[in-house]
C-alpha cells in the first residue's frame, strides 16, 4: 500500500508553552522554535486509483472513429490505454464492454474500464476518468457487460482474451 508523508512546519516566535499532543504515531521535531510534523499516512485504494487518474493522460487523447480523419482512436483504445498505464503503476484494472444485446451485436456497444475495490466493482470511463457504478451503468440504459481481467488487450485482441458476460438488473 502507497503512503504519502505530509510534513507541517510552524514557525513560533517565542517559547512554545503549549503542550504538544498526539498525532496519530507522527514524529515530532523542535528545532531553533520550529516545529516539523512528520505524519505518514496510509492509502486507500481508491485514493491510490483517484491519484492515478489525476495524473494519467488517457481521457486528454482525441476521440477519432473515421479512419479519413486520421489514425482511429476510439472507446477500445482509451480503454485499453488506461488499462496499460494503469499496470505501469501496479494497478490492475481490467476492461469492459457494455451494451443493449446480450450478444453485443450492432453498434450499441461501448468500452469502459473496471476496478474491484473492496468487493465492489467500479467502472471507469476512460475518455473522462469519471467512476460509476452498476446501478450509473443501468441508468444510462446498457443492459449487458462483458468483462475482460486483461484490460490491455483491447480492442485488438477480443476474441483471445477470456470474457465473463453480466445481465444488469
Same mark, same amino acid.
Given at each position: 500500500?502507497?503512503?504519502?508523508?505530509?510534513?507541517? /512546519?510552524i514557525l513560533s516566535c517565542g517559547c512554545i508553552n $503549549?503542550?504538544?499532543e498526539d498525532i496519530g504515531g507522527g514524529e515530532i521535531i523542535i528545532l531553533n522554535n520550529t516545529i516539523e510534523i512528520n505524519n505518514t499516512i496510509e492509502l486507500t485504494e481508491? @485514493?491510490?486509483? $483517484?491519484i492515478f487518474l489525476e495524473s494519467d493522460s488517457t481521457n486528454e487523447h482525441i476521440y477519432n472513429d473515421d479512419p479519413y480523419f486520421g489514425v482511429i482512436y476510439n472507446c477500445g483504445f482509451f480503454a485499453r490505454d488506461l488499462s496499460r498505464n494503469a499496470s505501469e503503476h501496479n494497478i490492475s484494472i481490467?476492461?469492459?464492454? /457494455?451494451g443493449t444485446h446480450p450478444r453485443f451485436?450492432?453498434? @450499441?456497444n461501448h468500452a469502459i474500464n473496471y476496478i474491484i475495490i473492496d468487493e465492489e466493482m467500479i467502472f471507469i470511463?476512460?475518455?473522462?476518468d469519471m467512476l460509476l457504478t452498476m446501478d450509473d451503468l443501468k441508468l444510462q440504459g446498457w443492459g449487458y457487460i462483458r468483462l475482460w481481467e486483461d484490460g490491455s488487450?483491447?480492442?485488438t485482441n477480443w476474441r483471445g482474451n477470456r470474457a465473463y @458476460?453480466?445481465?444488469i438488473e
Open positions: 500500500m502507497n503512503k504519502i508523508i505530509i510534513f507541517i /512546519v $503549549t503542550p504538544i481508491i @485514493d491510490n486509483l $483517484t481490467g476492461g469492459a464492454m /457494455v451485436n450492432g453498434c @450499441d470511463e476512460p475518455q473522462n488487450m483491447m480492442p @458476460d453480466i445481465k
